[in-house]
């Protein structure tokens, strides 16, 4: 499974685990968050490493700007876009939002 696999398997194991969930939007207040992040998935059988989620970011936001820009460098970074932690975090606390109390 490449990076965005495992990041899908474990979005939809915390919409099923509110603990897992809960574990995982705590890694925020960490001082070494990602590392903190794939520590808890890697504990939940969903192994992820903190390169792997850097490449993963980038990647994604390099492919973005070249189906949209032509591959051009004119376009300015757009806040979190190549941050795969950050953009799986903010996700969690949609759903974390939409959740009944």
């Not at 989620?53 to 032509?70: H, K, P, Q, V």
């Not at 806040?79 to 606390?93: G, R």
């Given at each position: 499974m490449d990076t965005g696999e495992l990041l899908e398997k474990l979005k939809v194991m915390a919409i099923d685990d509110s603990e897992l969930r809960k574990r995982l939007l705590n890694t925020r207040s960490s001082g070494t968050s990602l590392g903190d992040f794939?520590?808890?998935?890697?504990?939940?059988?969903?192994?992820?490493?903190?390169?792997?989620?850097?490449?993963?970011?980038?990647?994604?936001?390099?492919?973005?700007?070249?189906?949209?820009?032509?591959g051009g460098e004119n376009a300015p970074l757009l806040?979190?876009?190549?941050?795969?932690?950050?953009?799986?975090?903010?996700?969690?606390?949609m759903i974390s939002k939409d959740e009944p109390n």
């Open positions: 794939c520590k808890v998935s890697t504990e939940a059988g969903v192994p992820l490493n903190k390169m792997d989620m850097i490449e993963f970011g980038e990647s994604s936001y390099a492919a973005m700007r070249r189906s949209t820009n032509g806040q979190w876009e190549d941050d795969a932690y950050e953009m799986f975090m903010m996700e969690l606390e």
